[in-house]
């Protein structure tokens, strides 16, 4: 089973066309050969197969509102059950927390002036911008998911190669931490804290996972010039990253917190750069 | 003294082109006929001129990196103090966490390849993106700001009108909440709580001010459709604000919270409506 890919897959670049199924998954865009939805709960879901095969799907090009799977008679294609966050809706939901970007393919089959005259074709990354359940048209609940398309083109490029196999991450860091794709480094310190925040262990838990963000100590970009290393990463929960990106919280020399109680939590497989923390402190501390 | 206008002003659109200073004030796109940038503490800055200056401002045109006022000597027009975060400067920064848009206009002497080749050119709004504190090629400290300008045309235009005198803000529902211009019955909400999450109590407080959230209960934009309107409007933490869109926390009938302990504190001038907080539990909680 080959390593999941989260982003663009090489050399299937935007608007690559597919004759069926099996080209899709022999290319790696969207592996099953039936599922709508590519993914595992643990990892999240990495692509998603828009052909028609819900009546309650809308389609308005960079805005998709997606329906879950499950609940469906076999034989009949009617939904008959309620459906359930588990498989690949909690996969999908998991890529919403975790802000991972999903592959979206069009059919010809589906009912949409966006839908290719024959075959499948490759439309381009997707954040998923929310998830909930409603009742569907048959009455039982269905999990529904609004997906956002991801500029074509990022605004301020930073193409993360994380080596062969890897996926190439658009950060946005211009923007808002909560709509940044993290790139490895920052997913391995969440992972390393288990989504506990450093500056009060807090860890928030949605419906699809745990929430935590990747705050960079020395800031990315010019005229900061932060490294994206896990030594220049830390694990903080929402609230702690405000108060630190305003100057409301420091860390001291001995990692004691500035402006309010207590100690940064850093694990013994963490080594936080001195001199990062001292960039941070000259610079966003009054 | 006219009220300060957030946003575009009307009848002045992007790339609008001015004399002096005088005929820029006339206009109230940038009041102030000497300051660089215009503001109160207390409000936020709604204005800032890039004319050459500071010896340290740098612009990429869609990304400026400006330095803030005081400390400079009124004859030579060096710098010979530790500039402060007051007046306008932390008017500046206090538009950055209230994520206020601030005008930017480039003059002639501005040295850079985006300067207007004669008098002043309005260029459009702009996000508080960061701000710190750094030591200038003077020797004393000075106030950093980037700024990145926001689209010209909304991605989804939201655009709220809220009567004569007022800004529009364009609201970007489908990014994030902290990148989001609250409209004014968000920021009626936010003062009325007086910055404190209503589910937990807390007040985050950054050099420029406090922080909290604005959150729809039912979500604002297809298919849900809520109204941006006090009654649909909470005021919390963005660690509550995600656990609230994640379904990690909700709101029973009784207005305790599911899935933590406690209650919602609600204002005695805050009607919430029923109906929306029931969408949001059928939706939202599994």
């Not at 670049?13 to 069926?20: L, V």
């Not at 290319?27 to 595992?40: D, F, M, N, Q």
């Not at 398309?149 to 193409?159: A, E, F, H, N």
């Not at 450093?198 to 005229?223: D, F, K, N, S």
């Amino acid at each position: 089973m080959p390593e999941r890919v989260f982003g663009h897959i090489p050399g299937y670049p935007e608007d690559s066309r597919f004759e069926s199924r099996a080209e899709l998954s022999e290319a790696g865009v969207h592996r099953p050969l039936i599922a709508g939805i590519s993914g595992s709960e643990r990892e999240g879901a990495d692509s998603i197969v828009l052909s028609g095969g819900y009546e309650d799907d809308e389609d308005l090009g960079d805005e998709v509102v997606y329906t879950g799977h499950g609940g469906r008679d076999a034989e009949s294609g009617k939904q008959v059950a309620h459906q359930r966050l588990t498989r690949g809706n909690l996969a999908l939901a998991h890529s919403g927390i975790e802000g991972l970007p999903v592959r979206v393919i069009r059919g010809a089959n589906l009912d949409s002036q966006y839908a290719p005259r024959s075959g499948y074709r490759y439309d381009g990354l997707y954040m998923v911008d929310d998830y909930w359940q409603e009742s569907g048209r048959s009455g039982f609940r269905v999990w529904r998911y609004r997906l956002i398309k991801l500029p074509s083109i990022p605004t301020r490029v930073d193409m993360v190669s994380e080596g062969p196999g890897a996926y190439s991450t658009q950060r946005r860091e211009t923007t808002v931490q909560r709509l940044v794709r993290d790139t490895a480094q920052a997913r391995q310190i969440k992972a390393l804290y288990d989504y506990q925040c450093q500056m009060c262990g807090t860890r928030l838990e949605g419906l699809a996972g745990p929430y935590v963000e990747a705050a960079h100590i020395r800031p990315l970009g010019a005229p900061h010039n932060g490294p994206d290393t896990a030594d220049n990463i830390l694990c903080l929960c929402p609230n702690h990253h405000v108060l630190f990106d305003h100057g409301g919280v420091g860390i001291g020399e001995d990692l004691s917190l500035v402006g309010a109680d207590g100690r940064l939590t850093v694990h013994p497989r963490h080594r936080i750069d001195e001199g990062h923390l001292l960039y941070r402190r000259e610079h966003y501390l009054d």
